[in-house]
């Protein structure tokens, strides 16, 4: 079954760095692009970026552009989030899932997530 770890959260001062990991099992990694998504308090969950499957292609979301580095490692079928010059607004809990075809019922699976708080 389809599983995510996500892993790496936790509390930085503003203009810090966090690397986050999601550990994924469950389905052929490099079948599939990836996504991390993010959900801030009272806010809708939204997608902060999208890598290809090969790796190749990433796009950010405009207010990350430049500051966050998606990675993914198909050894370890694992995906990274490097955050860069985090701010407040950054704060949220972090979600890295596949992206299935919207037909596809294991696109309901998520990760627990990884807490990301960004505060002076």
């Known amino acids: 079954q389809v599983q995510y770890v996500e892993s790496g959260g936790g509390l930085v001062q503003p203009g810090g760095s966090l690397r986050l990991s999601c550990a994924a099992s469950?389905?052929?990694?490099?079948?599939?692009?990836m996504t991390w998504y993010r959900e801030a308090p009272g806010k809708e969950r939204e997608i902060v970026a999208v890598?290809?499957?090969?790796?190749?292609?990433?796009v950010y979301r405009d207010t990350v552009k430049g500051r966050f580095i998606m990675s993914r490692d198909s050894d370890k079928n694992t995906v990274y989030l490097q955050m860069n010059s985090l701010k407040p607004e950054d704060t949220a809990v972090y979600y890295c899932?596949?992206?299935?075809?919207?037909?596809?019922?294991?696109?309901?699976?998520w990760g627990q997530g990884t807490q990301v708080t960004v505060s002076s």
């Open positions: 899932k596949a992206a299935w075809p919207k037909y596809d019922n294991r696109g309901d699976i």
């Open positions: 469950g389905f052929t990694f490099t079948n599939y692009a």
């Open positions: 890598m290809s499957r090969d790796g190749e292609n990433v």
